[in-house]
């Protein structure tokens, strides 16, 4: 968790631009406070007025069934996620652009909603054929591609239940999350393109189907052209079998609770969750927040920027944007490919209306330079947002001013894959901003900032940020573990949902996000669970114990440092030190790659034999010790560990 500077609770707030405020669908605090008021009153009348948004072949006969955690959302109603994405539209947006797609090499493609919607019957069609029905799980590891989109809507019209795996994951990461899940069909792509080079998904693809015995056919998307190797009767061109599949499928009625994805995240333990989402209570939150926070016009043009591997993509990129009927932009690769104006290029082309994106490639931007920005005509953009990690104010000012001319509103929202849309965040026209805060809850979203034992904390002070009441978005579990999903979430702060993160209120109610309480890290805005790379890190050959920790990056938000011992006659070196490294990206992905491993003698220790986490820390974010060691076993080892720096540096 970062320092906190209190003095920024003091900075006045921005008052939402007024030309937008103009046309805004929530014009005031008074208007916000109103709708606040009226949903904590009586929270289930509100969502159901909110299930209306979609559209439903049976309506819920109940709002909510809670027998505390698990919820059962618009109990009795039945509806097709990707109906709602796609045909409902096709009355008055069949020639609407779904999708404006641009591929890291320059290809590009521009989808209607009726022909994305064509495309996702066939490969519904496809999936049916390879044996998926209702309720089976199928893998998808690809780039961001059109295909992409079109396999998760395709999903969601049978009712398979879809998960997706970011294709930064390694093979071993991905093998993990197929057999939690136990999918039965992969979808993938012979490669990606990343600054110019191909990623190998296939390659990955393969070596982790071999260690899954549930998946029985693999598609495969050409994409690069790259030369793979191939499995006759499991493996399938995408191409061959959506040309001999049919154009129509029918969206079947499912039941308001029908499973619709699994996303694996990290926790406290090395094993990843798989977060439940299903769908009726997550189509209605994202497709209501998507309206409301990005103020979603018929005419614009909408670009969030996250991979679909991660929650952001579920959300913002897919669901909630498509069932609003939006126009969206979609980039397959790097931000500085080939220069670092890419995505600015993509904003001038497409004429971009709202901007979507993480706080590190915000900061990324400010250390690159506005000579970059200055190229482009970004004027198209009104409204501008960020999601995943808290954003430092010099980052978000620098946002507003050059990116935003002082004339978009900026909404920093906070939420969670468990959350599973935006819980706490301005509304553009009517919430004043604070450079750093996410600002007040969503009318509906009951959250708090807690002691342990569920008591307010006054404002000013740090505690546990949770939510008092079930949300129709929130997860429903984790797969095929009640018990973990009740003691992580519901049993930390008796009868409430407990985020992990801690939090302060300020006198104006507003909330600001401090990072994590648990074991859980955010690099780049990527959530790694530091059990994880120790798991991966103690699997190395020459290496004995190892802990991970966090210190502050300035791009990146955190950066992870492993301290490692060694097994018995090994001795460190330069070759050793990237051998551990790669190691971890073999096994996670790149994304998990430590900045730093020290070697240490020993690990610093309680007397019970507990790594003192706490210790390192400090070491590795001040570089020296000035907090409690009187429970450490053996002083000498901090001792050791402060002197490592200047031992790395004459290495
Ligand atoms: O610590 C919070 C941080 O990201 C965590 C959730 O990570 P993940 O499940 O990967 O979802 C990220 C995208 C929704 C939270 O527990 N976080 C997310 N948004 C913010 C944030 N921290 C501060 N400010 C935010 N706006």
């Known amino acids: 968790m970062a320092d906190f500077d209190p003095q920024i609770l003091n900075e006045p707030r921005i008052a939402p631009p007024e030309e937008f405020q103009k046309r805004a669908r929530v014009r005031s605090l008074e208007e916000y406070q109103e709708q606040y008021d009226r949903a904590a009153a009586d929270p289930e009348g509100f969502w159901l007025e909110k299930a209306d948004l979609v559209e439903w072949f049976t309506r819920p006969v109940k709002t909510l069934e809670w027998d ?15 109906y709602n994405c796609l045909d409902r539209h096709l009355t008055h947006r069949a020639n609407k652009p779904a999708l404006l797609w641009e591929g890291e090499d320059g290809k590009t493609a521009e989808i209607t909603y009726a022909e994305l919607h064509g495309l996702v019957c066939r490969f519904a069609n496809v999936l049916l054929s390879l044996d998926v029905k209702a309720g089976d799980c199928v893998a998808i590891y690809m780039p961001m591609i059109p295909e992409l989109l079109v396999a998760l809507l395709a999903c969601a019209r049978i009712g398979a239940v879809h998960n997706v795996v970011f294709g930064g994951f390694s093979a071993p990461a991905l093998a993990d999350r197929i057999n939690d899940a136990g999918a039965k069909v992969l979808v993938t792509a012979d490669g990606g393109y990343r ?5 190998p998904l296939k390659e990955a693809a393969d070596a982790a189907a071999e260690k899954c015995p549930t998946i029985k056919k693999v598609v495969v998307v050409r994409r690069t052209g790259a030369e793979v190797a191939w499995k006759a009767g499991r493996d399938f061109w995408w191409e061959d079998v959506m040309n001999t599949a049919a154009r129509e499928c029918a969206a ?7 499973p619709l994805f699994i996303l694996y995240t990290s926790g406290t333990t090395g094993k990843p969750k798989g977060v439940l989402h299903t769908c009726g209570g997550y189509l209605v939150q994202t497709t209501w927040s998507t309206q409301l926070i990005f103020d979603l016009r018929e005419d614009d043009v909408y670009w969030c920027t996250a991979d679909i591997g991660w929650v952001t993509g579920h959300s913002y990129v ?10 969206l932009v979609m980039y397959e690769g790097a931000p500085d490919f080939p220069q670092r104006d890419r995505f600015w290029q993509i904003v001038e082309k497409y004429k971009v209306s709202i901007l979507y994106t993480s706080a590190t490639a915000v900061r990324a931007w400010v250390q690159w330079g506005r000579e970059w920005i200055d190229k482009h005509d970004l004027t198209s953009l009104r409204l501008l947002g960020t999601v995943g990690e808290p954003i430092n104010p010099a980052a978000w000012k620098w946002y507003f001013q050059v990116i935003g001319r002082g004339m978009c509103p900026i909404v920093d929202t906070w939420w969670q894959t468990e959350t599973g849309s935006i819980m706490i965040s301005p509304l553009p026209g009517a919430t004043p901003t604070k450079p750093g805060s ?3 809850p969503l009318p509906g979203i009951a959250a708090k900032v807690v002691t342990l034992e569920g008591l307010p904390v006054k404002p000013g002070e740090t505690g546990y940020l949770v939510i008092e009441r079930p949300w129709p978005s929130m997860l429903r579990t984790i797969y095929g573990d009640d018990e973990r999903y009740r003691r992580d979430y519901w049993s930390r702060v008796p009868g409430k949902y407990f985020t992990g993160d801690a939090a302060q209120c300020d006198a104006n109610g507003y909330f600001w996000v401090l990072g994590r309480v648990d074991d859980v890290i955010k690099v ?3 959530r790694l669970s530091t059990m994880e790379i120790e798991s991966a890190l103690v699997s190395h050959p020459s290496v004995a114990e190892a802990a991970c920790v966090s210190r502050p990056d300035e791009i990146k938000g955190e950066a992870i440092v492993a301290f490692v011992t060694l097994r ?7 070759a050793l030190r990237i051998s551990i490294s790669d190691h971890v990206a073999t096994v996670i992905g790149a994304i998990a790659r430590p900045a730093e491993v020290r070697v240490a003698d020993l690990l610093p ?19 020296g010790i000035s907090g409690d060691t009187t429970t450490l076993e053996d002083i000498s080892v901090i001792e050791k560990l402060s002197h490592y720096k200047a031992a790395a540096d004459d290495e």
Do not use: C
């Open 318 to 327: 897919a669901y909630g944007p498509l069932s609003n009927g939006a126009t």
């Open 195 to 199: 600054r110019g080079r191909i990623v």
């Open 68 to 82: 505390e955690p698990f919820a059962k959302w618009f109990v009795g109603g039945k509806l097709n996620v990707s």
């Open 438 to 440: 996410a600002t007040l």
């Open 568 to 574: 018995a006659g090994q001795e460190m070196s330069g």
């Open 524 to 526: 780049a805005g990527h």
């Open 605 to 623: 220790k309680t007397r019970s034999g507990k790594i003192m986490r706490r210790l390192l820390r400090e070491l590795a974010q001040k570089g």
């Open 252 to 258: 079947v009625p499912f039941d308001s609770e029908h």
